[in-house]
């Protein structure tokens, strides 16, 4: 599917879907951006409880703030899934939004090991494409502090700056292939999170790069996102686009079934 085409169904079916959409989304943004609030406090409260006069055991606040961190964490997680969930049931023929979803504790379970899976997958692999320009960055400051001619420090500078850019934009590419996570999750929640990797390294194997160029040519739009369009509205256009393209790619449209034709057979009596 073409990128103008993917954009054009999102914005129409973002207009069927109406106000509550959007609203939905300000809803997930905000529970989102609260969670996260509330995680990075009771981690800073853990980090800083030493300096607190405390009336009661040390191991108790420990205990609190540890799980506050915890829970906050768990349930953005789960947010973001049940965001990606509301823009993937919205785009049936019904455009029928539904912000709140009863899931089962097993398959929140197998959404937090997925998103910390892919999380752990991404740092590994971005810790591999940044490994040579973080050697040539630690073997230039090395020779540089016992004195370096000029065109070998520009030599350096220029490589770092090559390799830093080339391990970005591969892992950029790399990084796409576990982008669609939410949309396997929510197509086909009987896979085991083995075969939702399995699924994903299958259909998007061949495809990161066009994903990614879908994915930048959204720039302009963040961008006026901070100074002109409102954020919900440019947030809800492009979740809609991606899930629009991860349906397309992943191919979980529900093919139609096709009636076989009935032949009937005539038959010629032909009498002595």
């Not at 953005?76 to 969930?85: D, M, N």
Request: net charge positive; charged share 15%.
């Amino acid at each position: 599917m073409k990128t103008s085409c993917v954009k054009l169904l999102a914005r129409n079916i973002n207009e069927a879907c109406g106000k509550k959409l959007y609203f939905a989304n300000i809803f997930f943004i905000l529970l989102r951006f609260s969670c996260l609030g509330l995680s990075v406090f009771f981690l800073f409260m853990l980090s800083a409880l030493d300096k607190f006069i405390l009336d009661l055991p040390q191991a108790a606040y420990y205990a609190v703030f540890s799980l506050g961190a915890f829970f906050t964490l768990w349930y953005f997680i789960i947010c973001g899934h049940l965001q990606k969930r509301t823009f993937y049931l919205s785009g049936k023929q019904n455009h029928r939004v539904k912000v709140f979803y009863i899931i089962k504790i097993s398959v929140q379970l197998k959404i937090i090991y997925l998103h910390i899976l892919r999380s752990i997958i991404n740092l590994g692999t971005a810790i591999l494409y940044l490994l040579p320009c973080l050697a040539t960055l630690a073997v230039s400051l090395y020779f540089l502090q016992s004195g370096m001619p000029k065109m070998i420090f520009y030599a350096c500078v220029a490589l770092f700056s090559m390799l830093l850019l080339t391990g970005v934009f591969f892992f950029l590419i790399s990084k796409q292939r576990l982008a669609f996570l939410d949309e396997i999750i929510c197509s086909q929640p009987s896979l085991s999170a083995v075969e939702v990797i399995h699924y994903l390294n299958e259909h998007t194997m061949s495809g990161k790069l066009r994903l990614l160029k879908f994915k930048t040519s959204f720039i302009l739009w963040l961008l006026s996102g901070i100074f002109i369009i409102p954020i919900p509205f440019v947030s809800a256009y492009y979740n809609r686009s991606l899930n629009i393209y991860a349906k397309s790619v992943l191919k979980l449209y529900a093919p139609k079934p096709i009636e076989k034709p009935i032949v009937f057979m005539k038959l010629r009596i032909v009498e002595n």
